[in-house]
């Protein structure tokens, strides 16, 4: 079994930075992928970041630019570095991991990011 905690959200001013971590512990492979989600309030959950095991990221039309993935996988870490925030940041982010061979996700229980104007 998996499990996906996140830390380093909470509240900051537009223009202030963030940075979020997903710390997965049970058995994890390099190959898996690591993703960011978000869900704004009265909103669908939408992809914010994604890597791979090769360190390919693609990012949400709505973050490219400001913010970064990244992962440490001999620690089991994934990253998100939020930059220039904006208030529309304002969500619960989500870390997901999936198997590299697919079927299967796992999902931490969020952190929330609030961005003040």
């Known amino acids: 079994q998996v499990q996906l905690v996140e830390s380093g959200g909470g509240l900051v001013q537009a223009g202030g930075s963030l940075r979020l971590s997903c710390a997965a512990s049970?058995?994890?492979?390099?190959?898996?992928?690591m993703r960011w989600y978000r869900q704004a309030p009265g909103k669908q959950r939408e992809l914010v970041a994604a890597?791979?095991?090769?360190?390919?990221?693609n990012y949400g039309d709505q973050v490219k630019g400001r913010f970064t993935i990244s992962r440490d996988s001999a620690k089991n870490t994934a990253f998100l570095q939020m930059n220039s925030l904006k208030p529309e940041d304002t969500a619960v982010y989500y870390c997901n991991l999936e198997r590299w061979y697919g079927a299967t996700n796992y999902w931490g229980q969020g952190t929330q990011v609030t961005v003040s104007s």
């Open positions: 890597i791979t095991s090769g360190g390919r990221t």
């Open positions: 049970g058995i994890i492979s390099s190959r898996d992928i």
